[in-house]
């Protein structure tokens, strides 16, 4: 069902089964799947692309202009997955030409109240953002990856996989996957979150003996690569290969 007061720009393709509130506004070029309720009074900007069974919250803005002073009105792109949910006054904007051209969010999301992604972020599937966590431009979060209130991330930042930021961090460095960060700090590995999420009891020993290679040890990087890479787990090849690929460091 679609509100009689709704704004639809004439090329904006709209799937069956979709519900757009009161007050809401749809931009051109804009693309929205089956299943996917638009509350009251949202904003979906100009080309985003909208997959299936989204839900959002009155006030959200979607895919709006981003914050770059370099941006000049091109014509770039908001692209999101299926099955994620955006509470009230979340703000996603689409992405520059000086990147990808586009801000991606995969399936799944959980994205709480006043929640901000920049320009350009990269998003995977099943991610948390509890109310007021922020993304600045050009970062990249891994699948499973739970932001916690007021948590705020620095522009080109990665966060891989599984990890969990606590509440209020400031985050200025690359975070390795499976690492539980608090007070800005690395506070040890994210074990409760791989439990419930089925890694055995074999894989979360190895990754604890990585934990313990790159922040107990006073190794080097590359030493810690050595030293992990002696470990059977294949899991652990993951925080092998985000370690080659930080980029700004990681948090020490």
């Given amino acids: 069902m679609i509100h009689s007061t709704a704004i639809i ?3 904006a393709k709209i799937a069956d089964g979709v519900t757009i509130g009161p007050y809401s506004i749809i931009g051109k070029n804009v693309h929205i799947g089956e299943g996917t309720n638009v509350g009251p009074h949202v904003v979906i900007g100009d080309y985003t692309e909208i997959g299936k069974n989204n839900r959002f919250f009155q006030f959200s803005s979607i ?3 981003n914050q770059d ?5 091109e014509p770039t792109k908001t692209i999101i997955g299926d099955g994620n949910v955006f509470r009230e006054c979340c703000t996603v904007h689409r992405g520059t030409t000086q990147d990808k051209s586009e801000t991606r969010i995969g399936n799944n999301g959980w994205f709480m109240a006043y929640t901000h992604i920049a320009h350009d972020c990269i998003l995977g599937d099943n991610i948390i953002m509890s109310n007021n966590a922020t993304l600045a431009g050009h970062v990249g979060v891994g699948d499973h990856v739970i932001l916690s209130g007021f948590a705020k991330v620095h522009q080109f930042c990665k966060i891989g996989a599984h990890a969990f930021i606590g509440m209020d961090c400031a985050i200025s460095k690359d975070i390795p996957p499976f690492i539980l960060v608090a007070e800005n700090a690395p506070y040890g590995l994210n ?3 791989l439990k419930r999420r089925g890694f055995s009891a074999e894989a979360i020993s190895d990754l ?13 990087i590359d030493e810690a690569i050595e030293e992990i890479s002696k470990l059977e787990d294949k899991s652990v090849n993951d925080m092998i290969s985000f370690l080659k690929n930080a980029s700004r460091g990681i948090l020490r």
């Fill in 208 to 220: 604890k003996k990585a934990y313990r290679a790159i922040y107990r040890k006073s190794l080097k």
């Fill in 9 to 11: 720009h004439e090329t």
């Fill in 69 to 73: 002073k370099k941006y000049a009105g």
């Fill in 63 to 65: 895919g709006e202009e």
């Fill in 191 to 193: 074990s409760e979150g």
